[in-house]
């Protein structure tokens, strides 16, 4: 079945260092690949999202490209603030199912 | 204007007590999600709902039934709470196909004692 791994945390950061999430899929179709963002105490937020291959999705300061070739869809920042402080989900998602997450990595960015 | 609202955000009930919890979305979405959260933060999928029909129902007790009485509303009854059921739910609503994202509530922090 589909499958996502996300790499462990907590990612412990300093402020403006720069951040990479690895986030590796298995699909048996041609998902849609998702990064969403959980802040404490809150619900999530879609972060960015790809919908096929060599897609990059962008926003606030965050990116990710969907490589088929290597299955992955990593998350980068250039330069990491203490708002980024979080945790982060990446996610895919085939037609006709749910959304399908990996067990999320925490973000702790200090000044 | 909350897009995906859920109520009530906390519930602490006692082992064996029924509760429900309640989502609503003003999204004009067609399909709706019951997600659980487990203490180490995992997302697990319970049930998919489209325009009202149950299409997926992953491996969960028969004490938790979804109910959906229009396709804006997708609620939540569990039967003879357990100390296991403690988690965060969460409710999600989608629109389209194909590979649409989902927007989520922000949570029901639900603790059995």
């Known amino acids: 079945g589909n499958s996502v791994t996300q790499m462990e945390g907590p990612v412990t950061l300093s402020e403006e260092a720069f951040l990479t999430i690895n986030c590796t899929y298995t699909a048996t179709g041609y998902p849609s690949l998702f990064w969403y963002v959980q802040y404490p105490g809150e619900g999530l937020q879609l972060l960015l999202k790809a919908t096929k291959a060599d897609d990059k999705g962008s926003n606030k300061g965050f990116e990710a490209t969907y490589r088929k070739e290597t299955t992955s869809f990593h998350l980068e920042k250039g330069s990491v603030q203490v708002s980024d402080s979080a945790v982060y989900f990446c996610a895919l998602k085939e037609a006709g199912t749910a959304l399908i997450f990996g067990k999320g990595t925490t973000l702790s960015v200090s000044s | 204007d909350t897009a995906v609202s859920q109520t009530p955000k906390y519930l602490v009930t006692q082992m064996g007590n029924d509760k429900s919890i309640k989502c609503e979305q003003n999204?004009?979405?067609?399909?709706m999600y019951w997600y659980k959260q487990d203490s180490k933060k995992f997302l697990k999928i319970m049930f998919s709902?489209?325009?009202?029909?149950?299409?997926i129902n992953e491996t969960v007790p028969n004490r938790f039934s979804p109910k959906s009485p229009d396709k804006a509303h997708l609620n939540l009854h569990i039967n003879s709470l357990e100390l296991g059921d403690s988690a965060v739910y969460f409710c999600?609503?989608?629109?389209?196909?194909?590979?649409?994202?989902?927007?989520f509530g922000q949570g029901t922090r639900l603790t059995v004692v």
């Open positions: 999600a609503s989608s629109q389209g196909e194909p590979n649409t994202e989902a927007f």
């Open positions: 709902y489209n325009n009202k029909e149950l299409i």
């Open positions: 999204l004009g979405h067609d399909t």
